[in-house]
């Protein structure tokens, strides 16, 4: 069999890119035309759960409304991380810096997260020094601690899950900590690598790129990633980050 000249090599490649492109597109459209017909949904359900709790109407009903919120929440945050693979994949991370406090977005997440770790039989607690002003990519960042504070509480076998904050001048660094099943050294890098879930991740799990995506996150903002964990002994997700992510990060 005669091997392709070098021309027919490169219109190869060039034919494989457009497909990959065409692909990528076809995925960012579809994960945007899919999740904002959510917006007004989303805004309803929360307007129904709000009334029902105000209001006092039965218990049975207010849980599924909950339920229901989990599940749109969910899918939004499903259909956002389609979005993100494209970006990634073209590395267009565009970084929108803001002057926030950490602190503040941490409890958030928190609160947004105490249901679900109650459903679970865990509960969530964290340690703040206080106000920790500093110059992140919001969206970003709280994409990053949605998805660990989450994970901690699907592999934290029902345990507490503490979320940590050490503030340097120059560097801040979260840790989300759970004493669940923890995961084996030799899957520590693999589990950040896309498509790529731990050993016992659950049947109902998501696409395993929520790890890829968030350390790719934070590396565009010149920040570090790492895992501590042993098989039984549960795992800690160390996130350090610059204070200022424009003296370290490129901002497109």
């Known amino acids: 069999m005669t091997p392709p000249s070098p021309t027919d090599q490169e219109r190869l490649i060039e034919e494989l890119r457009a497909a990959i492109a065409a692909r990528d597109e ?25 009334r029902a709790r105000r209001e006092q109407v039965s218990p049975a009903l207010v849980r599924g409304l909950e339920m229901l919120e989990v599940a749109v929440d969910h899918y939004v945050r499903r259909a956002t991380t389609l979005l ?18 950490l602190s503040q977005l941490i409890g958030a997440c928190v609160s947004k997260y105490e249901q679900l770790a109650a459903r679970a039989g865990s509960t969530l607690h964290c ?4 106000p920790v002003d500093g110059t992140w990519d919001h969206l970003a960042t709280e994409q990053v601690l949605d998805n660990l504070v989450s994970n901690a509480i699907r592999y ?6 503490r979320i940590e904050l050490n503030s340097e001048p120059a560097w801040v660094e979260v ?24 050993p016992a991740a659950p049947r109902s799990g998501g696409f395993g790129i929520g790890l890829w995506v ?17 098989p039984g002994q549960g795992s800690t997700f160390s996130v350090r980050l610059p204070r200022d992510v424009t003296a370290h990060a490129k901002i497109a």
């Open 26 to 50: 076809f995925i960012a459209i579809a994960a945007h035309e899919l999740r904002n017909p959510m917006t007004p949904i989303v805004g309803q359900v929360q307007l129904l759960l709000s």
């Open 84 to 101: 993100e693979i494209t970006r990634l994949n073209d590395a267009q991370v565009r970084l929108e810096p803001s002057t926030f406090d």
């Open 127 to 130: 340690d703040l020094p206080g």
């Open 156 to 161: 934290g076998d029902g345990r507490p899950v």
């Open 175 to 198: 840790r989300v900590i759970d004493h669940g099943i923890g995961i084996a050294p030799e899957d520590h890098e693999r589990i950040f690598q896309r498509f790529e879930r731990g």
């Open 214 to 230: 968030s350390r790719k996150l934070v590396q565009a903002q010149g920040g570090t990633m790492t895992l501590r964990s042993q």
